[in-house]
C-alpha cells in the first residue's frame, strides 16, 4: 500500500510525520539518552553538585553495584516480577481462559466483567482498596478470615503487592489465552479425549503445542510491565524498611526524594537495558511469527500483532 | 467412569470459578457499599443508605478542581496524539520516505522500553529546565511523547486496510492533501481514530507517575494525585470523601470501556485489542 494517492509528495509526507517525531525526540528519546550521560555524573538536586556536576566515570555503578540496598531491591523486583507476572497472572489467566473456553452467559460475563473491572480503574482507587482491604483493625479480609490485628501490610508486604499485582493485571492474560485457545481446533480436543487422554495430557499435547507463541508473547510482556510497575508505590511506598522496594520505588526514592540525580539515572540505565533485552526478544518473536504467517497465508491485514504490541508497554509505560 | 468424570470436572469449575470471582470481587465492594454509607468504615458492610457523603467533595477545596485538571491533561493530550498520531501514520502508510520500516520498527522499540520507571529522572529534569513542571502543557506533551509511538503503529495498520481508490478521485478534483486527510481519510479510518482517542484519555486519566512527578501544586495535580495525598497524607483519613470520590473518578473510564466494548467488542483477535 505505497501508492501516493492523495499527491502528497516525499516533501510533505515528511512534514506531516514531523511533528510526532520531534515530540517524541524530546520527550522520550532525548531522556533515554540523557540517562547515559546524567548516570555517569554525580549530579545532584541541591548543593555544590547541582551547580556543577562532574563526570565521575563508572563511580555511580559500580556504587550501585556495592550497595546493600540496591541488591536487595534487584532482588525484590526479580520475585515481583516471577511472583505476580510469571506465576501469577499468567497461570490464573491461562485457568480462567481455559475454565471459561465454553461457557456462554451470565457467569462468563460477571467473572470476565471483574476480571476487566480489576485491570481498568485507574491505579489510586485500587491501591486505596487494597489497603481498606489488608487494614490492620477494620479490614475486610481479617473480618472475613477471622484474623484481626494481622497487619499483612507490614509483616507481609512482598507478599501483599504480589497478590494484588496478580488480582490488577490478570485480565491481559486472561484475554491473551483466551484468543489464543480459539486457535485449537475443538476438533483435535475432542479426538485426544476419545483416545482416553486426560485433561492434563490434552493440556500438554494438543493446546500447549498450538500456542507456545502466545505463551511466550504473554510473558515477555507482562514480566515487562511489571518489571516497571510503579502502582504498589501507592500501597506500600517501598516499606516497612524497604522491604517491598523494587527496583522502580529505588530509584525514586534515591534520586528524585534523596537528589542524587546522577546515581539514579545509572540505575535508570541499567532498567532500560534490562527493559530492552525483553523488548528485543519479544520483537524478535513477532518477526519469526510474521514471516511464518506471511508464508503459511499471505499477508493479513487487521491482525496487526504488533500494534497490541506497541500498545501494550505504552499503555503500562505512561499509567505507570 | 466418563460421566463421573464429566460431572466432577463441572463441579471443579464451578468452584474454580466461585473462588475466582470472589478473589476479583472482594476489593471492589468497598467501593460499591462505602460512598454511600451514612457512617462509612474501612470494613465492607450493608451501607445506611444516604447520598449526602457526595457532599464533602463540594466542601473539599481540591476535590472538584481535581476532576477538571485530569479532563485538561487528558484531554489535551489525546488531542495532541490523535492529530499528530493520524498526520504520522497517513503519511508513513501512503508515501515510501526513506527508512519508513527501519524507523517503526525503533518506534516500537522505544515505546516499549522507555517507560515512566526508567525514564523519570531525565524527564524531571527535561521539565525542571524547559520550565514545565506545574503547568498542565509539561504534563500533556510528556505523556503524549510516551504515548505517541504505539498510537502511530495502530493508525498505520488501519490506514494501510483503507482502499485508496477515493483519494484518487478527489485528485482528480484538485483537493489538496489536507482537505483528502480530513474529507475523505478520516471519516473511513472514525473507528481507528476513536480507539486512539479512548485509550489516550483512559491511560492518561488513570496515570500516576508522570503527573505526581511534574506537578507539585495541588492546585493543577489530576484527580490520581489528590486521590493518593488524601489517604496518604495527615491524620485519619476521611473516608466519606475518599469512597465517593473513588467513585466518581472511576466512573469516567468504566463507562468509556463499557461504550468501546458494546461498540467494537473487547476482545484480543489474533492479538490485537479492539
Known sequence: MNTDAAGLGRRRAVGFVLPALVLIGVFLVFPALWTIYLGLTDYRLTGLAAADPQVVGADNYTAAIGDDRFRTSLWLSVQYVLGSAVIGQ??????????????????????????????????????????????????????????????????????????????????????????????????????????????????????????????????????????????????????????????????????????????????????????????????????????????????????????????????????? | MSAVRHVLGRIASAAFLAVVGAFFALPMLWLASAPFDAAPSITVSVPEFTLANFRAILDNPYALGSIGNSVIQAGGAAAIVVVLAALAAYALSRVRVPGRDALLYVLL?????????????????????????????????????????????????????????????????????????????????????????????ASVWGGFLMQYILLRDPAKAPSAVILYTLYTEGGQPNLDLISTFSLLYSLPVVLMYLFVSGRYGFRFHGGIKQ
Open chain 2, 109 to 201: 522499540l522505544l515505546s516499549s522500553v522507555v517507560t515512566g520507571t526508567a525514564a523519570m529522572v531525565p524527564i524531571f529534569e527535561l521539565a525542571t529546565r524547559l520550565d514545565l513542571i506545574d503547568t498542565h502543557l509539561g504534563v500533556i506533551l510528556v505523556v503524549s511523547g510516551g504515548l505517541l509511538p504505539a498510537a502511530i503503529f495502530i493508525l498505520k495498520d488501519f490506514m494501510d486496510a483503507t482502499p485508496t481508490s477515493y483519494e484518487e478521485s478527489a485528485r482528480v478534483f484538485g483537493a489538496s492533501p489536507l482537505q483528502i486527510l480530513w474529507h475523505i481519510v478520516v471519516p473511513v479510518v472514525r473507528p481507528g481514530l476513536a480507539t486512539i482517542a479512548v485509550w489516550a484519555v
Open chain 1, 90 to 320: 499468567a497461570v490464573l489467566g491461562f485457568a480462567l481462559a481455559w475454565t471459561l473456553r465454553d461457557r456462554r452467559g451470565p457467569v462468563r460475563r460477571i467473572i470476565e466483567g471483574l476480571v476487566l473491572l480489576s485491570w481498568i480503574l485507574p491505579s489510586s482507587v485500587v491501591a486505596f482498596l487494597w489497603i481498606a482491604l489488608l487494614d490492620r483493625d477494620g479490614g475486610t479480609l481479617n473480618a472475613l478470615l477471622g484474623t484481626p490485628g494481622a497487619a499483612w501490610l507490614l509483616d507481609h508486604p512482598m507478599l501483599s503487592i504480589i497478590v494484588f499485582n496478580t488480582w490488577r493485571g490478570t485480565a491481559f492474560s486472561m484475554m491473551l489465552y483466551a484468543a489464543a485457545l480459539e486457535t485449537v481446533p475443538p476438533s483435535h480436543l475432542e479426538t485426544a479425549r476419545l483416545a482416553g487422554a486426560s485433561a492434563l495430557q490434552q493440556l500438554r499435547d494438543v493446546v500447549l503445542p498450538r500456542i507456545k507463541g502466545h505463551v511466550l508473547t504473554n510473558m515477555l510482556l507482562i514480566s515487562l510491565w511489571t518489571f516497571n510497575d510503579f502502582t504498589p508505590f501507592l500501597i506500600t511506598a517501598g516499606g516497612p524498611e524497604g522491604r517491598s522496594e523494587i527496583l522502580p520505588f529505588y530509584v525514586y526514592t534515591t534520586a528524585l526524594r534523596g537528589g542524587q540525580l546522577g546515581f539514579g539515572a545509572a540505575v535508570s540505565f541499567l532498567i532500560l537495558l534490562i527493559n530492552l533485552v525483553f523488548a528485543l526478544a519479544y520483537l524478535r518473536l513477532l518477526r519469526t511469527r510474521d514471516r511464518t504467517r506471511d508464508r503459511d497465508r499471505g499477508r493479513d491485514h487487521g491482525d496487526g500483532g504488533g500494534a497490541v504490541s506497541g500498545a501494550g508497554p505504552a499503555i503500562r509505560g505512561t499509567a505507570g
